[in-house]
């Protein structure tokens, strides 16, 4: 039992303890604190996804730009294989995270070719030449299951789910091991998300990858992970850390979350 705890512990890629993060709003010269994230604590195991799902506004991005150091909290800590992300010393974590948004359109410069935006965070982080970067471009967009004469093409001149490939081989170019997803196949008709899903599924095994996935789609998360958190204003609501178990949750919040999907 006690080896148990340990190899788990050991297991441990992302910890999150005791966030909080409020905003200031302003309205008519009155300022009002909204309280987004209420001392938020779980954990994700190396190779394993876990869906975090909730209504809108309940807070899931803001977590999720904490969790990969766009923003800070207010208290708290997330820790990396046990390193704080958010101290500069430890700044290097970056090149271990990913990140693919709903939004695949406004996540690319529309200006640039495929090649040039899958090609954009080796320049920046590795120090590949370039001819080492050509050949890995041809690898990457393989892996992603596009030809490589999508290299050579604009965003302009792909489809909804072909771009979000491209998306998702930039976040796989410089070899991260955790990837969050914000609602990443959210914008995609149903067949297209199955693909993308499958997709992610067949890398999580080949770069050896833990996801996050945030959404307020509850057949996504039973599709795709291992354990979900059920998020309900700014608070984790239940935790179900096997999703076989679905069936067994107990709260109201989650339990309307689910029978919405089954009437559905
Ligand atoms: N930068 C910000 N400044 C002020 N308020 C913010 C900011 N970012 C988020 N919020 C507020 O925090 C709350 C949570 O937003 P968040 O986007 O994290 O929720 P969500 O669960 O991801 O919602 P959705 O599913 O609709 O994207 C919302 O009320 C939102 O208006």
Do not use: W
Request: glycine share 4%; proline share 2%; net charge neutral.
């Amino acid at each position: 039992m006690e080896e148990n705890k340990i190899n788990k512990k050991n297991n441990i890629l992302l910890k999150v303890s005791n966030i909080t993060k409020s905003y200031t709003e302003k309205k008519f010269l009155k300022k009002t604190v909204k309280n987004v994230l209420k001392d938020v604590s779980f954990s994700l195991e190396k190779g394993k996804c876990l869906g975090i799902i909730g209504e809108s506004g309940s807070g899931k991005s803001t977590l999720g730009r904490i969790l990969t150091g766009i923003e800070n909290s207010d208290s708290g800590f997330v820790e990396f294989e046990g390193k704080n992300i958010h101290k500069k010393e430890n700044k290097e974590i970056k090149n271990d995270i990913s990140i693919v948004f709903q939004n695949y359109v406004s996540s690319v410069n529309p200006k640039f070719s495929i090649a040039e935006i899958i090609s954009e965070p080796l320049i920046i982080e590795t120090t590949m030449k370039k001819n080492e970067i050509n050949e890995e471009l041809k690898n990457l967009i393989k892996d992603v299951g596009l030809s490589e004469e999508f290299l050579e093409r604009f965003p302009n001149e792909l489809s909804g789910g072909q771009l979000q490939r491209v998306c998702i081989a930039r976040a796989i170019a410089t070899k991260p091991k955790f990837i969050m997803l914000d609602e990443a196949v959210s914008s995609l008709d149903v067949s297209t998300q199955v693909e993308i899903l499958d997709l992610l599924q067949k890398l999580k095994k080949e770069y050896n990858l833990s996801y996050i996935f945030v959404t307020h789609d509850l057949l996504t998360i039973t599709y795709i992970c291992d354990s979900v958190i059920f998020f309900r204003n700014g608070k984790i609501e239940e935790e179900i850390s096997d999703i076989k178990n679905l069936k067994n949750i107990k709260k109201d919040y989650s339990r309307k979350l689910i029978d919405a999907v089954i009437e559905f």
